[in-house]
C-alpha cells in the first residue's frame, strides 16, 4: 500500500478534462470566479479504497429517495457538506464516511485530493478525497441516507470504454449522458465525472 500511496500522490491531476467526458451535454462550464459569484455550498467526498479478496474496491452508495434534494435515488460516493465543526474539507469526508457508511474513521488514511467540482443543479463545490482504510471496513449504512452499498472494484472502473457509453436516462430528463453501468446501477453526473479523473489518475501509475 505504500508504494501505491506514493504513486497516486505523484500524478498530475486531469481536472475538467477528465470531468468533460462524463459531463452531461447541458451542463455549464464556469470559471472559478463565477463559481465563487454563485455562493457555493462546500462539501467533500470520500473513494475510500480497501482490500477484499485481494482486489481493490472503493464503496459507493444508493441514495434514497426520500431524501428530497436533486440527487434522490442516485448513485453517489459518500460525502456530505461542510459544518462549522470541521477542521476542514478533509475532516468533512471523513465525518461523512463514518456517518454514511459506519466506517471507523480512526482507521481511515487520505492520500490525497483529486480537482474540485462545481455541481450546478445543487449549487455545490466537492472538495474529492482520495482514502483508504487500514482495517478491513465492516459497511453500516446510514439508512436516512442511503438504501444499497454499492462495492465497486478498481478494475472495472480501469475497463470503462472511452469515449463512456451514451444513456438516456429519466432522472436526466431522457436525455443522453455519459453514463457508467455497473450490474444493475447507473453512475453518472458528478460521480461518474470524478471517477473520470480517478480512472485518469490510476491508468497512469
Same mark, same amino acid.
Do not use: H
Given at each position: 500500500m505504500i508504494d501505491l500511496v506514493k504513486k497516486i500522490k505523484a500524478q498530475e491531476l486531469w481536472?475538467? =478534462?477528465?470531468h468533460r467526458l462524463y459531463s452531461p451535454p447541458y451542463r455549464p462550464v464556469y470559471t472559478?470566479? $463565477?463559481? !465563487?459569484?454563485?455562493?457555493p455550498k462546500q462539501a467533500a467526498v470520500n473513494i475510500l479504497f480497501y482490500l477484499k479478496d +485481494? $482486489?481493490?474496491?472503493f464503496p459507493l452508495m444508493l441514495r434514497s429517495k426520500n431524501i428530497h434534494d436533486t440527487h434522490s435515488g442516485q448513485v453517489s460516493l459518500p460525502g456530505g457538506q461542510y459544518?462549522? +465543526?470541521?477542521?476542514?474539507? $478533509?475532516?468533512?469526508?471523513?465525518? =461523512?464516511?463514518?456517518?454514511e457508511m459506519g466506517i471507523d474513521r480512526h482507521y481511515i488514511r487520505i492520500i490525497r485530493r !483529486?480537482?474540485?467540482?462545481?455541481?450546478q443543479p445543487s449549487n455545490f463545490y466537492v472538495h474529492t478525497f482520495i482514502s483508504y482504510t487500514k482495517r478491513n471496513p465492516i459497511f453500516k449504512l446510514q439508512k436516512s441516507e442511503a438504501v444499497e452499498l454499492i462495492e465497486f472494484p478498481v478494475s472495472e472502473l480501469l475497463i470503462q470504454p472511452e469515449p463512456p457509453t451514451l444513456m438516456a436516462l429519466p432522472s436526466a430528463g431522457n436525455t443522453e449522458v455519459p453514463?457508467?453501468?455497473?450490474?444493475?446501477h447507473i453512475i453518472w453526473g458528478a460521480t461518474s465525472m470524478i471517477l473520470s479523473?480517478?480512472?485518469h489518475l490510476l491508468k497512469n501509475l
Open positions: 481536472g475538467e =478534462e477528465a472559478y470566479d $463565477e463559481i !465563487l459569484q454563485r455562493n +485481494g $482486489e481493490w474496491y459544518e462549522e +465543526g470541521d477542521l476542514s474539507f $478533509e475532516e468533512t469526508a471523513i465525518r =461523512e464516511t463514518n456517518e !483529486l480537482s474540485p467540482i462545481y455541481v453514463a457508467i453501468q455497473f450490474k444493475n479523473e480517478l480512472r
